[in-house]
């Protein structure tokens, strides 16, 4: 959690910016799923933009933001299909083994699912993600055992498990690549 608190402001100014690159696909008063919410900085900033319902999930506690939480005990997401309006997956993605089953749960219980994620894409964004994957292995204690994607192999997941892109949209924060998804069943 120290690292939560250390890095606290940059993770509430994301948080803002990821909302307003959100906008145009979140309804006020949307009851969000968000998906490995760790800390809940980011859940929080949906919650108060978009005075949204935001439920936040994670397999452990590690939230410093007073999001309301439910502790997941098993792979599968504990809830009927279509719960959610929207399921937040904000750079969840490269940490989980199985995130073709993670997305296909996602689109279970929403109709809409929004991701953030770093692209391994260019020299600059790989050694980030690089360093990304070290720094959260000795914060967290984490084998890292997830992997970066690219831009096109999850354009090839997003297409075999039916799910129809949106937006996207690539932007950078500070020298790493990132991209925005916003998908629908």
Request: aromatic content about 16%; overall charge positive.
């Amino acid at each position: 959690m120290i690292y939560y608190l250390l890095f606290k402001k940059v993770f509430q100014k994301a948080g803002q910016r990821m909302c307003g690159m959100s906008q145009d696909f979140i309804e006020k008063g949307a009851k969000i799923l968000d998906l490995g919410c760790g800390s809940g900085i980011i859940g929080e900033k949906f919650q108060e933009y978009f005075g949204a319902k935001v439920l936040g999930v994670d397999i452990v506690d590690k939230r410093i933001a007073p999001l309301p939480f439910q502790k997941l005990e098993r792979k599968d997401l504990p809830f009927e299909d279509d719960s959610f309006d929207i399921v937040l997956i904000s750079y969840v993605l490269h940490h989980t083994l199985d995130p073709i089953f993670l997305l296909k749960e996602a689109k279970r219980v929403a109709r809409r699912i929004i991701i953030f994620e770093d692209l391994p894409e260019g020299i600059f964004s790989k050694l980030y993600c690089k360093i990304h994957h070290f720094s959260y292995k000795i914060f967290f204690k984490d084998q890292g055992h997830g992997e970066f994607k690219s831009e096109k192999e999850w354009k090839k997941i997003f297409e075999s498990l039916g799910l129809k892109i949106l937006a996207q949209k690539k932007f950078y924060n500070f020298f790493a690549q990132k991209i925005l998804f916003v998908l629908e069943k």
